[in-house]
């Protein structure tokens, strides 16, 4: 299993350095809109098919619900698009992006993010 987390990692890299540098118009538009104006807004770059992108999704999902007004919880997968790596200035995934309601970037986290650690995390940020 570590093998293959290597294997993504590598392949993510590549196509961050072959394609990462061409950002289409409707890609810049499109990430312009994150973070999200006047909610604090928590971005996880990831991939579908890497193994703790796939841990997250359901807590991701679970998350969107609970904070549905409050917060935005985007995913967004850097192996469809490697786009948003180029512009949030990934090198690993999955990396989660916290930004404050005025936009500001307050906190960023490499790796497996627990349920518990993201819900703290916003709680610190003045999200109920």
């Given at each position: 299993m570590r093998v293959?987390?290597?294997t993504e990692i590598i392949v993510l890299i590549l196509s961050i350095l072959l394609l990462g540098s061409v950002i289409s118009p409707a890609a810049s538009a499109e990430l312009k809109n994150i973070p999200v104006k006047g909610v604090a807004t928590?971005?996880?770059l990831g991939a579908k098919h890497c193994i703790p992108c796939k841990m997250?999704?359901?807590i991701?999902?679970?998350l969107e619900k609970r904070y549905a007004g409050k917060a935005a919880i985007?995913?967004?997968d850097v192996w469809e698009d490697s786009k948003p790596a180029h512009h949030f200035g990934i090198r690993t995934i999955p990396t989660q992006i916290f930004f404050d309601k005025a936009g500001k970037e307050v906190y960023r986290?490499?790796?497996f993010m627990s349920e518990e650690a993201i819900v703290a995390?916003?709680?610190s940020m003045g999200i109920q």
């Amino acid at each position: 299993m570590r093998v293959n987390f290597v294997t993504e990692i590598i392949v993510l890299i590549l196509s961050i350095l072959l394609l990462g540098s061409v950002i289409s118009p409707a890609a810049s538009a499109e990430l312009k809109n994150i973070p999200v104006k006047g909610v604090a807004t928590m971005v996880d770059l990831g991939a579908k098919h890497c193994i703790p992108c796939k841990m997250m999704a359901p807590i991701l999902e679970r998350l969107e619900k609970r904070y549905a007004g409050k917060a935005a919880i985007i995913f967004l997968d850097v192996w469809e698009d490697s786009k948003p790596a180029h512009h949030f200035g990934i090198r690993t995934i999955p990396t989660q992006i916290f930004f404050d309601k005025a936009g500001k970037e307050v906190y960023r986290h490499v790796g497996f993010m627990s349920e518990e650690a993201i819900v703290a995390r916003l709680k610190s940020m003045g999200i109920q």
